[in-house]
């Protein structure tokens, strides 16, 4: 591959064929393999889910798919408004389920707020946060996480984050993942439905995931996709626009985050030709180019990627086994 060879134009797709072929896959793996009448997905508000569940609506038709609104304390309200709003367009069933008085009988929340106060001891209820790593490609250092804290008063505050604060925190966060997918999986039993998980290409490949939690499923439809191809078949399948012009977001903390900022350190479309130069062979040099960055910093962006790869091969880990036993069929 030459660095002329490296441009958006390698991640194009037909989105009608891909929607086909996904479309196919869906109702083989639905009512074949898992012999399940239908799915069960968490509608977000954002690109992922909303395409997920366009694309299982395409497969099974609208009445065998239960789209889940689950806010929280720390979500946005746009994302239960545009969730009801893609499930309105696409004509499936939708569930309001409030998880916070879940994630509060379990302690998320305190134990969060607990974690944080080893770095800043005043931080209570009344403060807002949100984790971030530096520009992947504007330092040399490992990205390290760092919490920005704004006060009750408004003013903000950026402390790098202990080993255990960060581990603390994201603990706590969790939570709010797995108890949702318990809640997918009680509406999945009870209409004896599959899960379908909605992580794209970047998200699976970098392991921007919970394990058991937003990354368990029974299928995984866009886990295939780049970004941009996400994008390109919400144009394809009528997605709302402002779904579609939203910024992706995480909508786990409460003061508004990029995806970028809490864990890619990069622009989504940067790091979809990123990962695909990286699983081409492209050296740093000749990939510079078309990501308009050094090769140096490329090759940190390698680094990175090769790194989070590594950290992932843990989550995506069935449980272990001292020794195989099989299932007959």
């Known amino acids: 591959m030459s660095a002329l060879a490296l441009s958006a134009d390698v991640l194009s797709l037909d989105p009608a064929r891909a929607t086909e072929r996904i479309a196919a896959a869906v109702r083989e793996q639905v009512t074949r393999q898992l012999r399940r009448k239908g799915v069960v997905l968490g509608l977000s508000g954002g690109i992922d889910s909303s395409v997920a569940a366009a694309l299982c609506a395409r497969a099974l038709g609208p009445t065998r798919v239960l789209g889940l609104l689950m806010p929280e304390a720390d979500s946005s309200p746009d994302s239960t408004r545009l969730g009801r709003l893609v499930a309105e367009r696409l004509g499936i069933e939708w569930v309001l389920e409030d998880v916070g008085p879940i994630l509060t009988a379990a302690g998320c929340y305190r134990r969060r707020d607990d ?18 790593l530096p520009d992947l490609v504007a330092t040399e250092r490992y990205p390290v996480f760092s919490v920005v804290v704004r006060s009750p008063a408004g ?40 899960v379908v998980g909605t992580p794209n290409r970047l998200e699976h490949d970098q392991g921007f995931f919970v394990k058991n939690g937003d990354g368990a499923a029974d299928l995984k439809p866009i886990a295939h996709l780049y970004k941009s191809q996400v994008y390109a078949l919400a144009r394809h399948l009528g997605i709302p626009e402002e779904i579609q012009s939203r910024p992706a977001t995480t909508d786990t903390y409460s003061l508004a985050q990029s995806q970028e900022e809490f864990y890619f350190g990069l622009p989504l479309a940067t790091l979809d030709l990123a990962i695909y130069a990286r699983d081409h062979g492209l050296p740093a040099a000749a990939a510079a180019p078309a990501l308009g960055l050094s090769p140096e910093q490329v090759e940190r962006v390698y680094r990175v990627i090769d790194g989070k790869r590594r950290a992932a091969r843990y989550q995506h880990l069935a449980p272990l086994l001292v020794e195989p036993v099989e299932v007959p069929a």
């Open 155 to 194: 003013v903000e505050r950026r402390e790098r984050l202990t080993a255990d604060a960060y581990l603390g925190v994201v603990a706590a966060t969790n939570f709010k993942q797995r108890v949702r997918k318990m809640l997918e999986y009680y509406h999945a039993d009870r209409r004896q439905y599959a």
């Open 115 to 132: 974690a944080l106060r080893a770095v800043v001891p005043e931080y209570d209820a009344r403060h807002r946060c949100k984790l971030v």
